[in-house]
């Protein structure tokens, strides 16, 4: 991800603090734009994994 490609950017120029965080965008906006499945894997737990952390405090 890139800031500039999600709505990260409205948040930090509002003075909030933000994460992005997912997989690597091989070929981003272009023809056959891609991700790899591990690395998908790896940031659906990392997802997952901070909203149980959220949810149980």
Known sequence: ???G???ARWFRMAGLPT???GP???N???ADEYV???ELRQV???HALA???FLSA
Do not use: K, N
């Open 24 to 26: 690597t965008p091989h």
């Open 36 to 38: 790899l499945v591990e």
């Open 44 to 46: 659906a737990r990392v």
């Open 1 to 3: 991800m890139r800031v």
């Open 51 to 53: 909203a149980l952390d």
């Open 28 to 30: 981003m906006g272009g």
């Open 5 to 7: 490609g999600s709505d």
């Open 19 to 21: 994460v992005v965080y």
